[in-house]
Each structure stands twice: as C-alpha cells, then as structure tokens.
C-alpha cells in the first residue's frame, strides 16, 4: 500500500514582475538588459507526497500560492526549481471549459477538450452519453458552444472532466460554481472517484468540503507549506493563519466603533428617547466575555468544550427583576439561539456598582464558523429593553471531528435487522 | 516499492517510465466493482513537471499526445470556416486569385513565353503556400490560444505542429486541384519522377515544422515576430524562390556569370520548389509561345540525383534546425503561461 501518486520535491516558483513589460522589438532594444523588475516567489520549496488514493485539499489565504501550486502540479507553469513527479494519468481543471471552442458544437468540443486531457477518440466515444447525462445537455449538445448560458458551459466542462478517467484529479476551485443541486452532484462524483481509489487534489476555501472530503489537507501561507496533516488539524492551522493576516475580525468584538452602540438602546420602545440615553438607563451592560477552554491563548474555541459567556455590567440605580438576554447568530445572521434568565424564571434584583452574570453552557454544540453573540438586559415589568449591545462578542469555533454542518449533537447509530424495524 | 528503484546503468534518467502497479487488485468499496473502473493495477506512466526536460522526452510526450494533434487541425480547419458561405472553398479561392494574377502579369503582360505557364507556377506555389501558410499560423498560434496555453497542461508544440498540420490539409486540397489542372490541360507530369515528390514533401514540411516551432515560441516574447514573419516570408522570401520566373530562364545564367548559384540554392526552399516543377511541369524543353520554333529549356537539365541530394541536404539542415527549434521551444514554453 501507499504508492506515491504525486510527489512535490523541492519546489520553487519565482514570478518576474515587470515594471513595465516590453514586448516589442523597438522597447526590447531601448530598454535592452535594464528592465526593472521585482521577484516575487510564489511557492518556496513547497514539498509534499501525496499517496495513491488519498484526497488532498489544498487551504491558503488569496495569494497564498494555491493556483500555482496546482498549475506547476499539472505542467501549465514550469517550477523554477524543484520537479513534480506524477504517477499515473493527471487530469487537471484549472478552469471548467477552458479550451472550448466556441463555433464548435458541444458534441465536437467533447471530443476537443477530452483529447486535450489526453483522452483517445474510443475513450470519448464510450463516455460521450455519460459526459451528455451528466451535463444534462442532451437536447444542446449539437448547438454551437458560444450559445450556451455559462451554466450549461460549466456542467459541459465538469461533465468531461469527471469522465476523463484520471488517475490523479487535480481540481481548483471550480466545485464552486453551478447552482447548489450541480455541486452537489460533483461532490457526488468526487466522492466516487474517491471510492474508485483516485487521488485527488483540490482548492477550497470551504473548511465543510476539506472536512467532508479530504483526508489530508495541505495549508499554504505566502508560497510555504505551514500545515500538512488531518482535516481538522489543517482547518485549524488555517483558521489561525486567517487571523493572524487580520482576515477575519477577532473575537470579543468591545473596541466596535461606539456609533453602533448609542442607537440600538432606542429599540426597546422606551418613550424619551431624545432624552440622552445614560439617563434613562438604570443599568447598561459594559462588556460581554467568552471563556472557555484557553480562551487566554487561542482566539478560538472547539465545538463540544464548556463555554461561559460573561455579562459585565454597571449599575447606576438598585433595579428589580432584570432579566439578562442573549441571543447568538450565525455568520448570515440566522438567529440560532435566544434564551434569558427570564425563561428560567430568574429575575434578579441589581446593587448598584458593577457585576457580571455569566451563561455557562456545557457543551457549546455548534460546529466551524464564526458567531455573532448580541446580549442585553430587560426590565421584567413591562418587557422594556434596558440595554442591547449587539454584537457584544465574535465566537470562532473549531470543530476537531468530520461533521459539517451548523450543530453538533450526540448520535447513536445502529443497524435494525429482521422483523425488528417493521 | 515501486519509485525508488531506478534501475542501476544507463536507464537511470527516470523521467518517463512505464510500470505495472504490482498491488493486487482489492478494493474494499464495492462501488469500485459495479464500475467496473478500478483505478489500481492498471498501467501508469510517470511523468515528471521540472524546469529541465530533455528534447527526447518531450518528443515522446508530442508522440502520446497525437489524437490531440489530429483534433486541433480539424478544429482548425473547421473553424476557420466556420460561419462562411462558401466555406472551404475559400481555402482555394485565394490561391486561384493568385495565380491568376501571376499569370495575368507574367504570361500576358510580360509576356515570358512559358507554355502552360499557370502548371510551372502552381507547381511551386504548391511547395510555397504550404511553407507560407505553415510558418504564418504558426507564428501566432500560442499567442493565439493563451486561454488553453494558460490553463490546460499539453505539449505547447502541438499548437505548432498543428498549425502545420492544417497547412498540410489545404496543401492535399490544392493538389487535388492541381490533379483537375493537369488533366483539364492534358499536361502530363513526367511519371517517372512521382516518386521525386515525397522526397520533396519530407524535407518541406521538416522545414517548415522547425521554422513553424521556433517562430511559435519567440512571438510570445517578442510580438513583432508576428509582423516580420508577414514582411520576410510573405514578401521578400517568395522572389528569392523561382515560382513566379522560371530558373533556368531567368536566373541561371545571371547568377552564374556572377558565381551566386550557390547562395540562390541556400535558400531550402527552391530546391525544393524545383522538384516540384520537375515533377509536375515536367518541361526541360518546350516551344516558348512567343517563338513557336525556337526549343527553349525551362527546367534544369539536371539528373534526378541532383534533385535528391538537393532535397536530402534541406531535410538535414532541418532536422538540424528543428532540434535547435525544440531547445528554444522547450525553454521559453516553462514561461508561456506567464507570459501570455
């Protein structure tokens, strides 16, 4: 077991970047030997094997190096330095349709671009219904390819590369496109190839798809290898990467720019609200904090660890029955849990002077993404909002096992034989 | 076990290498068998991606890759004429407004007194207009197809040789209408020399490759190779090859006296022309038209093995040039996709 299918030695890739780019004969001679340029090294002895089989995703932030990892991969770019050693048939899809011809018919551009991914015309000819099935082009198939709408160019490229009987599949980025049915079924197809032992290389920049898919995942940060292992470890790593380039806001959002704040207290109803609002507020809420496992070292936590999210606040006068709120959403700001002490029948009567209430969870079910939780304080009698600080906190979360999804609950799985499931 | 065993001796280079998977064929999925695809135990050749690969190498990976070959000329082919009326006959439309035009000016206006002249000068526009049209697709044919150049790996040489190739089928649709012209002017070729033709093709479309190869590569760097290819093949090259004059009337005797029959026959192109009117104008004498008794020599009084050390010394130097060719070719191509 374990043949080496693809094995990345040592490579390097220097672009040249011009300052200005001569290419006619006349700007050659003028500029002859002094032409500015700076070097930029888009991978930088990046090594790793991939084994027979195994499915690779690849992470990196924008420009990290990932599209010229992949087309130094399939021989479109030349390494610098280093070699790429391939074993087996390689199919590589840059880009869905590139080389079609658009006054050639689908039919005819099946065999074009099959022959260019090295298939034979018998080969094309014996999955020509399959790559027609799976593109769903049956009755366009002999129009001409510049009448298609760039869906169906989409399906036709995918169709034909998931027919291209590759031994090494090599994908970028492309899973993203097409309505979510299609993608669907080329994840399917993926999935198959999987099963069928192919090694398969992809572009993401799904954390889902590298933790539904892979078994490997490689992390490139400015054309380096700074992570290669399991999905969850590689997401991980990739996640920090993500903020350590400041891509992503960190957690523990209290330095939001204070505009955002001084409006939203008006939303409770509260008559007066041209009155200044410090006023009129008995208690506010200074500052909500995530704790959990390490919360001092990482800014992320993990899916299933303990969480307690601490509401500070401050109060000015003695308030009675307060009801503490908090409210966490997802990244599209789907609201995916609301609860108060109120629920839990517990109205609490405040000194003044500052405090905090926490809300402890024992284990935090939601799985990757970043969460937005938005916090406040309601007076019981009347339901008035008190104060609301939204967002009070940015949750990242990392989620160490294979499941996607949004929730992470326990689950038993059993098979039922006999007559025991009718 | 497999890849690090090179063999010991001289087959150490391990750039491509053809091997038999030795694992036995088990897989657990089942979805594998229902397929009936299994990828494992099948024949997989090993291909290298590095800076450095040998001229041999990439001439062995054109060879795997000649469906493709074949394809991109019909596409080309298809293509060019895609949405016109008259279609493919516009591909004998150019060349017949050609020759009407040379013979209008030659024959009539300038009276040369060559009998039959338009078969002498179809002959050589034959060689010529495969030469021509060869080396100028060529030219910009990577800078043409940047988008595939970009994003789909395939010897880049192909595009070229494609390009050739497509100038090779217009070439076979001309003949055939030179067969038509022979026949219509009950002009026989001289039969015995059929066999002088392909030992002009050979070394022709050898020379036209390696000149298609290495213009195709230095126009991605440099863009004017396009528009100097137009002015020196298109214009000035085509006089210094006896097609529109015959040789042996025209410009034997003066290169002669001067002792420039070599430099003429330098260029590898009239050699290779002359064989052509050999064979198909076939007239070492004739009756000029203008001199109904005077016996006038239009061809050479050459033997055939003239012709054939002739042609055998173009198809040399370029079997010489196209390797040079491929070296150029096989360092810039690393940075096509850059560049483009």
Known sequence: MGNVALDIQDISKRFRLYHEKYTSLKEKVIHAGRTPYDDLWALRNVSFEVKEGETVGVLGRNGSGKSTMLKCMCGVLQPTSGQVVVRGKLAGLLELGAGFQPDLSGRENIYLNGSLLGMSKSEVAKVFDDIVAFAELEHFIDNQVKFYSSGMYVRLGFGIAVNVDPDVLVIDEVLAVGDERFQRKCIERVQVFQREGRTIIFVTHSPDQVRAICDQAVVLSDGRVVGYGTPGEAVRIFRENLLEAGDVLSPGLRDEPPEAEQPIPVVGGAIGADSPPEDTRPVRLTEVTAIYAGSGDHPYMVTGDR???????????????????????????????????????????????????????????????????????????????????????????????????????????????????? | MTLEAPAPGPAADPVTRTEVDPEPVSDLSPMADLDGSSVKGREKITRVVSSNVTVANRLVEIWRSRQLLRNLIRTEIKVKYKNSFLGMIWSLLSPAMAIAVYVVVFGLILKNGIP????????????????????????????????????????????????????????????????????ALHSAPDWGALWLLPVAIVPLVAFTTALAVFLAAVNVYLRDTQHLVEVVVGAAWFWACPIVYSFQLQAAGRLASRGLTWLYLLNPLTPIVMTFQRVLYARQFAYSTLAPHALTQYLPSWGYGTYVELDMAVLGASLVLFYFAMVVFGRLAGNFAEEL
């Open chain 1, 307 to 422: 969480l307690t999210l601490r509401l500070g606040f401050d109060a000015i006068a003695p308030v009675h029955g307060a009801d503490f709120v908090i409210e966490v959403r997802d990244a599209a700001g789907n609201l995916l849990l609301r609860t108060d002490s109120g629920d839990l029948d517990l109205h609490l009567d405040l000194e003044p002077g500052p405090g905090a209430v926490d809300f402890s969870f024992d284990s935090f079910p939601f799985l990757d993404g970043v969460y937005d939780v938005a916090a406040g304080i309601e007076s019981r009698s009347g339901g008035a909002l008190i104060d609301w600080l939204d967002p009070a906190a940015r949750l990242e979360v990392m989620n160490p096992g294979r499941a996607t999804g949004t929730i992470s609950l326990p689950v038993r799985v059993e098979l039922v034989r006999g007559e025991g499931h009718r």
């Open chain 2, 116 to 183: 039959d002249f338009v078969i002498l000068l179809f002959s050589g526009l034959l060689a010529w207009n495969l030469f021509l049209s060869g080396v100028q697709t060529a030219t910009g044919v990577i800078v043409n197809n940047a988008g595939l150049v970009k994003k789909v790996s395939f010897p880049r040489e192909i595009l070229a040789l494609a390009a050739v190739g497509s100038a090779g089928v217009f070439f076979f649709f001309q003949g055939c209408v030179m067969v038509i012209l022979l026949v």
